[in-house]
């Protein structure tokens, strides 16, 4: 089964403080890799796609990276404006959910000033 | 303009009355698809439409019902409310197999 684990479940940092959120996932052949930021009562933010082992990408202070069996997504001196649920989701090259989207739970980030 | 709007963005129901959400784009995209976000359960996938003529069930698609209008529109109907109901729904486009998928702000949706 297709399947995404977020951990921590919620990170506290001071402003200047960095860290790295993880995603683990069991995917019947991996087509994408997905991060979206969501802020409460709002939508999900894409922000990155990775597809391939070894990826990396890269958006002021934030990177994700991405291994056969997890990524992360480092944040380099967060600020307080970085606070949000961070979603990671999976996208299957087969089996019965093939092309849709498998979330995680999320991790909830929050940076003190 | 937002290019992925929802509406209402808020509302509330009493068990057994029918509703309906609607999600409209101005994207483009084929692929539409209706979500619902529960605390500590995540975004669950409830039906997904690949065009006007294709539609799909996803995980949770019991009591709910959709309708693809047309390319740019696409509509999630409960047909009897009921409070385990109560959650946020998104509604997400994307374009063609394997690409992004981009979120509409969302209605909350309580069942009293």
């Known amino acids: 089964e297709d399947q995404v684990t977020q951990s921590p479940e919620a990170l506290r940092l001071q402003e200047g403080e960095s860290s790295s959120l993880n995603c683990s996932y069991t995917?019947?052949?991996?087509?994408?890799l997905f991060w979206y930021r969501q802020d409460p009562g709002k939508g999900p933010e894409f922000l990155f796609t990775?597809?391939?082992a070894g990826e990396e990408k890269e958006k002021e202070r934030l990177k994700a990276t991405l291994t056969k069996k997890e990524s992360f997504l480092h944040i380099t001196a967060p600020k307080p404006e970085d606070s949000a649920t961070y979603l990671c989701a999976v996208q299957a090259k087969y089996g019965g959910s093939q092309g849709n989207l498998i979330f995680g739970k999320g991790t909830k980030l929050s940076v003190k000033p | 303009d937002a290019d992925v709007t929802q509406t209402p963005r808020n509302r509330i129901t009493k068990t057994g009355k029918r509703i309906m959400l609607e999600c409209s784009q101005t994207k483009g995209h084929d692929r539409m698809y209706w979500y619902r976000q529960d605390p500590g359960l995540g975004l669950r996938l409830i039906y997904y439409s690949f065009d006007v003529k294709d539609i799909n069930k996803g995980e949770i698609s019991d009591g709910y019902s959709v309708s693809r209008q047309a390319q740019a529109k696409f509509s999630l109907s409960l047909e009897s409310a009921i409070p385990n109901q109560t959650a946020l729904y998104f509604c997400?486009?994307?374009f063609g197999g394997g690409s992004t998928q981009y979120f509409g702000p969302g209605t909350r949706l309580t069942v009293l």
């Open positions: 997400a486009t994307s």
């Open positions: 990775l597809y391939s």
């Open positions: 995917v019947s052949g991996l087509r994408g």
